[in-house]
């Protein structure tokens, strides 16, 4: 377990005892991405120990965007798009951890912060160290930069906080997990919980990044496949750097002895395993013409021809980088299609 713990609150990490954890996820896209399998993937050895699993999606703090290491605002999403997305991904991790199902449960935070008053923010607000927030490398480059920040923004930690305070009381949660570059807000939720329950017993665990070149592999880059398109997963895996391929290997615990191309493949049926999903690959060729929300429909990248015409119509869809506003008729050509941030590749003859 240690080497997926990159960063700890504590340098001595004791789980003796049964505890619970809960990791968030804001579900700013309709699935879920690579990146997420790391930190899941701890989440998963903690639950093999005999730890409970609280999985929260951020139904409020999706339409917010999290600032961390983000230069501008984020693009505003519909609490509809929101919830679409949690169900979605709702699925999805319902699939990865289906032999888990008496260990964990599935939260949102819009349950409580939809209805959290004035009073009650400022009471817990208090306890946050507005000079520690602005020592947060997000903060204090964007200062630097002269960058626009909103009042929102900058509370995201102190609602991120106020999540784990709510898991805490309802469900006795002392351990959060994130990504590395949540360790800011990881760290400020542990000074405020040890601060307002005088415990000292909270544990932030951050895991690693996958990189490349330097740079996080996430669906805000747009360099990481969702996995729930088994092509564009297999083509990600397949052409992997050696570097990379080799992260994910030791962090997923992959068990391969082959080299070059047939240990990539041996990782994306691993991601498939661990997935609950086909490794069979499509081509996504069509022999004739399609209307695009069809094809939507037809790749499950869309639920019905009304979520796609809506979606399309919140400029939610990209064809070859362009914005798509209203449906259009595709003929023969290769599209790279975005929807709600998910990348998809078609070929029509």
Not at 85 to 95: L, R, Y
């Amino acid at each position: 377990m240690q080497r997926l713990v990159k960063i700890s609150s504590n340098e001595q990490i004791k789980l003796e005892a049964s505890k619970t954890f809960y990791i968030g996820i804001d579900p700013t896209a309709a699935s879920l991405h690579i990146g997420h399998l790391i930190p899941y993937q701890l989440c998963r050895e903690l639950l093999n120990q005999g730890h409970k699993g609280i999985f929260l999606f951020g139904g409020f703090t999706a339409t917010i965007g999290d600032p961390t290491d983000k230069m501008t605002t984020r693009s505003e999403i519909s609490f509809d798009q929101v919830n679409n997305n949690t169900i979605k991904i709702q699925k999805q991790v319902t699939q990865l951890f289906k032999d888990y199902e008496n260990q964990i449960i599935f939260c949102n935070n819009s349950e409580w912060l939809s209805q959290l008053s004035l009073k009650e923010y400022s009471q817990f607000s208090k306890y946050a160290s507005i000079n520690y927030m602005l020592s947060l490398h997000t903060y204090k480059t964007r200062i630097e930069n002269h960058s626009h920040i909103n009042a929102l923004e900058f509370s995201y930690p102190i609602l991120q906080a106020y999540d784990w305070y709510i898991l805490y009381k309802k469900y006795q949660c002392t351990i959060q997990i994130g990504g590395g570059d949540q360790w800011g807000n990881l760290a400020f939720g542990v000074k405020i919980l040890s601060a307002i329950c005088k415990e000292d017993d909270f544990l932030a665990l951050a895991t690693p990044l996958l990189t490349s070149n330097g740079e996080k592999i996430g669906k805000t880059t747009a360099n990481a496949p969702f996995i729930n398109n088994t092509n564009d997963l297999y083509q990600y895996c397949i052409n992997l750097s050696d570097d990379i391929c080799n992260q994910m290997i030791y962090y997923l615990n992959v068990n391969t002895n082959n080299i070059n191309q047939e240990k990539k493949k041996d990782l994306f049926y691993h991601i498939c395993k661990i997935c609950n999903i086909s490794h069979e690959i499509n081509t996504n060729l069509y022999s004739e013409p399609i209307f695009l929300t069809k094809l939507l429909v037809n790749n499950n990248l869309c639920s019905s021809i009304s979520e796609a015409k809506r979606l399309i119509k919140q400029n939610a869809c990209k064809i070859n980088e362009e914005n798509i506003a209203t449906d259009v008729y595709l003929n023969t050509s290769e599209y790279k299609i975005v929807i709600s941030r998910q990348p998809f590749t078609v070929y029509i003859k």
